[in-house]
């Protein structure tokens, strides 16, 4: 009887623990699995965002000629590919909105990528230049451009000066193929720029014209005179000198192929002996007067 009731009351005891056991492992489990609320979501959801907005920028930016063959290859699920421009436009807002509620229903804290389609206006401030702070540093810029345009118009021929001149436009000068009228209209517009500078009574100096200084351009453009030319003539020489040794000691068989292969500026190769020879000497002639021309002071070679 007593190994009965102790039997009992064991299995009781064993009962009890595992049913606890169990309620705790449940309650557990039940808390582990709960899904908790994830940043994923909202990741996805801006992808998909920055994906609508890349395609709404490449349909606004795309011909009618090729709308579909480029929106074809920017796929956005909801959005039907076709050549109506408005109506994927219309679409891709419609479906920027669900994606907005979207992110609100998942309450993601990050903000909403901007769409760089919708801020034209954002755009055009940009790239808009900033006033300068110098009215005559301004002015002087616009100094410039009349005189360039000037030089352009006197350097150029009449059949092309129309065309020039409108690929460098004025303000106030009228293009056409008067070259006389239309450099007056400059020197005119060049005057009235200064007398805007001097309002300002700015020290820095006017901007000299290039038009109206060929000589000082001419005597910057003279090459100056360096060792590097007398350093050429005289290689020109050992190489005129090589050649006529070549000549006088080669057989008239060999000759035309000998002198090919050592040529030298003018002189023509040729079978002919003394032609060469005489070309030869002639050019020698040219070579030192054009070494006392540089006034190369080595001794000649």
């Given at each position: ?42 990741a ?9 907005d ?7 930016n ?91 118009v ?29 450099v007056?209209?400059?020197?005119k517009?060049?005057?009235?720029l ?7 009574a ?13 000589d ?37 068989f ?8 050592l ?39």
């Open positions: 009887m007593k190994q009965t009731l102790l039997f009992t009351l064991s299995s009781f005891a064993i009962a009890t623990f595992m049913t606890a056991c169990t309620g705790q492992m449940a309650d557990t489990m039940a808390v582990v699995g709960k899904p908790a609320l994830s940043s994923d979501p909202c996805a959801i801006d992808k998909k965002v920055m994906r609508l890349r395609f709404t920028e490449v349909v606004q795309t011909s009618a000629f090729h709308l579909e063959e480029k929106a074809a290859a920017l796929p956005v699920p909801g959005i039907t590919v076709s050549n109506n421009r408005k109506q994927m436009l219309r679409d891709a807002k419609k479906k920027r909105a669900e994606l907005s509620k979207e992110r609100q229903t998942y309450g993601c804290k990050t903000p909403m990528p901007v769409s760089t389609a919708q801020m034209p206006d954002k755009k055009a401030v940009v790239s808009k230049p900033a006033l300068s702070s110098d009215p005559s540093a301004d002015i002087d810029k616009k100094m410039i451009k009349p005189d360039e345009f000037t030089t352009k006197n350097t150029t021929s009449v059949v092309h000066v129309e065309e020039k001149a409108a690929a460098l436009p004025v303000p106030g000068i009228t293009v056409n193929n008067n070259k006389e009228e239309m007056s209209d400059a020197e517009k060049d005057a009235e200064e007398v805007e500078r001097q309002k300002y700015d020290e820095t100096p006017m901007p000299v014209s290039t038009a109206q200084m060929p000082k351009k001419a005597v910057v453009s003279k090459p100056a005179l360096s060792s590097d030319l007398c350093d050429t003539i005289d290689k020109k020489l050992i190489k005129l000198y090589e050649f006529t040794i070549m000549v006088n000691n080669t057989s008239a060999h000759l035309e192929e000998k002198a090919a292969a040529s030298v500026p003018g002189i023509t190769v040729s079978n002919n002996k003394k032609k060469m020879l005489k070309d030869a000497e002639k050019k020698r002639a040219e070579l030192s007067k054009e070494r006392q021309k540089y006034g190369c002071e080595t001794s000649k070679k």
